[in-house]
């Protein structure tokens, strides 16, 4: 865990240098960013939390003496037929599901009021291009990260992966930060169903892909109202959203563990 900090910290402060170097750095001197530009901040963002996709699968196969692919899944790989199959499933679902919750919330704050509006195509554009190349790999490393390294460790020594979920899903939720008591609830909620999902189908692939659907829908939007400044995260999401993940957290987690059952998608090591 302590090189993946390292690896977090090691693009966070190359991001600051080169922002001072080119002098492009915010003007608010108590900025949290690194950038004034919201899409030059994102990248370094992203990278920031990428960057432990290489470091988890580098400590598997040096410091754990294991084929880094063991991280991915039971078979030693990431089962690209299967994501795909999950994918089918999960990108619908989390379009309808964020639908549901931007028509819910839509009188309390309307998308994007809190943001500086639409910023023209071709900043728009290049931002959605940032968002598909980096997305996938940033909300990957997580998984990898707290789904896949932390609970195979964790595991060992208890000798059941239960434990490990429970404590993996803590962490995850607190390392969020800390913003609305229904956002660190919907957290930890989610992380421990998907937690749920990786020992039923043997595997990251099923979560990635719902982490990866949500981040690319939450960045899409933000970009297109002009909110990619915003520090917000998901552990300050409303109520209303943690109401919303109560029904569509298990309604994703149990069909696609009843689709890997029909399929006969290996949940332990051959």
């Avoid at 080119?22 to 900025?31: C, F, Q, R, V, Y």
């Avoid at 434990?163 to 995850?172: G, I, T, Y």
């Avoid at 109202?225 to 987690?253: I, K, R």
């Amino acid at each position: 865990m302590g090189l993946v900090v390292a690896g977090v910290l090691v693009v966070s402060i190359g991001g600051f240098v080169l922002a001072e170097l080119l002098d492009a750095g915010p003007a608010d001197a108590d900025s949290d960013l690194f950038f004034e530009d919201p899409v030059a901040d994102l990248v370094v963002q992203l990278l920031g939390i990428a960057i432990a996709i290489p470091i988890v699968l580098w400590g598997a196969r040096v410091i754990g003496r294991r084929p880094a692919g063991t991280v991915s899944s039971v078979v030693g790989r990431l089962r690209w037929g299967w994501l795909g199959r999950c994918a089918a499933v999960g990108f619908p679902l989390m379009v309808v599901q964020i639908g549901v919750l931007i028509a819910w919330t839509w009188n309390d704050e309307p998308v994007g009021e809190s943001g500086s509006g639409f910023p023209g195509w071709p900043v728009f554009l290049l931002s959605l291009a940032v968002i598909l190349a980096l997305v996938p790999f940033q909300a990957a490393a997580e998984e990898y990260v707290f789904r896949g390294w932390l609970v195979q460790v964790i595991g060992r020594v208890a000798r059941t992966p239960w434990p490990a979920v429970a404590v993996a899903s803590l962490l995850f939720a607190l390392a969020h930060g800390f913003g609305e008591l229904s956002g660190f609830l919907l957290l930890l909620y989610s992380a421990l169903w998907w937690g749920w999902l990786v020992i039923r189908t043997g595997g990251l692939e099923a979560v990635i892909v719902m982490h990866v659907a949500n981040n690319l829908l939450a960045f899409g939007l933000a970009a297109g109202f002009g909110e990619l400044a915003s520090t917000e995260t998901a552990a300050d999401a409303p109520w209303q959203a943690m109401v919303a993940e109560l029904v569509f957290a298990p309604l994703y987690c149990l069909t696609v563990a009843r689709i890997a059952g029909r399929r006969g998608i290996e949940r332990v090591s051959p």
